[in-house]
């Protein structure tokens, strides 16, 4: 046993891209998730948090790489026998307009996945089991039998929440399940999704761009770029302390709600992003990086130990350029 | 004195539909000085980008500006007819979207359109347009300017393609740039690069108004704010002054509602519930509903927006005597 709730070593996925190319969606990551913690998982548009997310629970195959969960290698599993660990694994979505099936009452979207797993014998008990759920995501009861297209986006949320939660399951995926909420609501929903990890002992890789949501509930935080982990550790840590040039960049770039800044000049990141089809030699920052030498572009920094938490770049002992 | 790009007076947009009309934007009143970027700041559905198309005469129909004056450099415009508004659209003023996939051409290269948007506008030949256009590209900044212009828009990036859309706004060095949530679909990296170009743009003598949901993006390019909420301005304030004391509950919970960077929390503010429907508005204040701070008075009466001193404004009963 490994200890760990869940483990990636060495995950890749390719996707066929045009031209004979593939794009490199997610490279060789390996990382640890405990029972209990919440890791956070930032990084910008296509830098492949989402592609790792359905990895990690199985909803896509790695091309090469495995993944375990409670020490078992499910990679390997036949479908059947993946089937009874399946259960144990939801995800929830950003859009809380297009996860829920517009023909279905709230009543039948949360007792899917109730009878799906045979967990209640009658209609009756199925029921029940779903008002109990709506009570946990604070929906009204009298709410039952309406239609998503009722409910304003934050509920629709909180039913998409109360479908991952349904067949109890010990790990969750949270794709940017607030990123098309309004502000109010969004608090709302982290609230309720912190609420329910400790009350129902829940562990969460919690996928955002966004660093102020992931600040609130993640224990520890994952940097990527470019389908690569940049760093990794203690959230407190690592946004006090960023020792990869590009989380320096992105908690840099995150506009404060305090004028008394304005006109401080911020440091912009040079050209643009690399193609994922196309990735760089070498670091995969390198081509946008102001500290990048010749050494950066020989060969490739492997994920290693600076105090408590990991970093993929030679130089990440040096503080900012 | 200060020239005003912009001046918007009690506008008011009527939609109707068939459960009754809504007003969307109800008798908002607001200022853009020459040589500032004014934001307007609220969530989904309070009427921030309606306001921008009305002031830009951009209102889908059946939506009807019912009320009020929009005044461009000093000249009423909301009078003229659709002829000459079309002439000061891309001349005078122009606008910029969340989604910049939504106003490109998907099938023309963006070199092309930038030249078309140009020669539409100026009567230069094809020669000139196309310098022009690399030189618009140049200064909005697009990395590799001369090969970018034969891509076609789904060859860029989002950052791009946002770049992309300011160099056509750009065109005939508009006096007004509207930004209707120009960053919020993009990586804060790329928004970063994207709020310096618009400090650039004001630099260079266009204004902006800048719509966003974001209190950062706010706090970070804007001289002056307006807060809106269910379809009016609630609060209006310069941007130093807003951020130290805002009044409004509203504009409070928003405050509270900012998530920190710098430290964790037990439990994140909230505001209760949600944006009221615009067919079911409460009878008084339409934040009554989610106020804590409401009373009896709140709940029959709309307050009024009132200078709690000068150059802030607020639309409460409870801020009017300036009592916290
Ligand atoms: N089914 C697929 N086929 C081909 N390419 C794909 C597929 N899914 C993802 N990709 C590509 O893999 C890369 C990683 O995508 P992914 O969706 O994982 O990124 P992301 O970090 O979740 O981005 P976002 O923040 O925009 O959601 C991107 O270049 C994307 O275009
Ligand atoms: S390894 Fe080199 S290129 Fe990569 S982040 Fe570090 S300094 Fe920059
Ligand atoms: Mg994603």
């Known amino acids: 046993m490994s200890g760990y709730l869940l483990e990636a070593r060495n995950v890749t996925k390719l996707f066929p891209a045009a031209g004979k190319k593939k794009v490199h969606a997610v490279s060789d990551v390996s990382l640890q998730i405990r029972e209990g913690e919440t890791l956070g998982l930032v990084g910008e548009s296509g830098c492949g948090k989402s592609t790792l997310g359905r990895l990690l629970i199985r909803l896509l195959a790695p091309t090469s790489g495995e993944v375990r969960f409670r020490g078992e290698n499910i990679t390997a599993l036949k479908d059947s026998d993946f089937r009874r660990i399946r259960k144990e694994m939801q995800l929830v979505f950003q859009d809380p307009y297009a996860s829920l099936d517009p023909r279905m009452t709230v009543r039948d979207l949360v007792a899917e996945p109730i009878e799906t797993w045979r967990l209640c014998g009658s209609r009756e008990e199925v029921t029940d089991r779903v008002r109990e759920l709506l009570r946990a995501v604070n929906v009204p009861e009298e709410f039952l039998y309406r239609y998503p297209h009722q409910f304003s986006g934050g509920q629709r949320q909180r039913i998409g929440i109360a479908r991952a939660i349904a067949a109890d399951p010990s790990f969750i995926v949270c794709d940017e399940p607030v990123s098309a909420l309004d502000v109010s609501v969004q608090n709302q929903i982290l609230n309720l999704l912190r609420d329910l990890k400790t009350s129902r002992k829940l562990t969460y890789l919690f996928i955002s761009h966004d660093l102020s949501v992931v600040r609130y509930l993640a224990d520890r935080v994952c940097i990527m770029f470019l389908g690569k982990i940049c760093e990794i550790g203690d959230t407190e840590e690592i946004y006090t302390r960023p020792r990869h040039p590009y989380t320096r960049f992105l908690l840099d770039a995150v506009p404060v709600p305090d004028p008394s800044v304005r006109g401080k000049e911020i440091r912009l990141l040079k050209g643009e992003p690399p193609s994922p089809a196309d990735p760089p030699t070498g670091c995969r920052f390198r081509t946008r990086c102001p500290r990048a030498t010749e050494k950066c572009a020989a060969s490739e920094p492997e994920l290693r130990y600076i105090g408590g938490v990991q970093a993929a770049c030679y130089y990440a002992e040096e503080g900012p350029a | ?324």
């Open chain 2, 1 to 324: 004195m200060n020239e005003m790009t912009l001046e918007v007076s009690g506008l008011t947009v009527c939609y109707p539909t068939e459960k009754g009309a809504i007003f969307p934007v109800k008798d908002v009143s607001l200022k853009v000085p020459a040589g500032s970027i004014v934001g307007i700041v609220g969530e989904s559905g309070c009427g921030k980008s309606m306001t921008a198309r009305a002031v830009m005469g951009l209102l889908r129909s059946p939506g009807k500006v019912t009320a009020g004056k929009v005044f461009l450099c000093g000249r009423e415009i909301t009078a003229l007819p659709e002829k000459e508004r079309r002439k000061l659209r891309g001349n005078e003023m122009s606008m910029i979207f969340q989604e910049p996939m939504t106003s490109l051409n998907p099938v023309m290269k963006v070199g092309k359109q930038v030249e078309e948007a140009i020669r539409l506008h100026t009567d230069c030949s094809r020669e000139e347009a196309k310098r022009r256009t690399l030189e618009l590209f140049r200064e909005v900044e697009i990395p590799e300017a001369e090969t970018r212009l034969s891509c076609y828009p789904h060859q860029l990036s989002g950052g791009l393609r946002q770049r992309v859309m300011i160099a056509m706004a750009m065109v005939c060095r508009p006096r007004l740039l509207i930004a209707d949530e120009p960053t919020t679909a993009l990586d804060v990296t790329v928004e970063a690069q994207i709020l310096k170009l618009l400090e650039h743009l004001r630099d260079a003598g266009t204004s902006v108004l800048m719509i966003s949901h974001n209190l950062g993006v706010i706090a970070r390019v804007c001289d002056e704010v307006y807060v809106m909420y269910a379809g009016r301005v609630v609060e209006q304030a310069s941007t130093e002054r807003l951020f130290e004391q805002p009044l409004h509950p509203y504009s409070r919970g928003l405050f509270r509602s900012v998530r920190s960077l710098r430290e964790g929390c037990e439990t994140l503010e909230t505001i209760p519930g949600v944006v009221p429907n615009l067919l079911r508005l409460p009878q008084g204040c339409s934040f009554s509903l989610r106020c804590p701070e409401c009373g009896e008075k709140c709940e029959k009466t709309m307050p009024e927006l009132l200078e709690t001193e000068p150059g802030h404004a607020v639309r409460c009963f409870r801020a009017e005597g300036g009592e916290e």
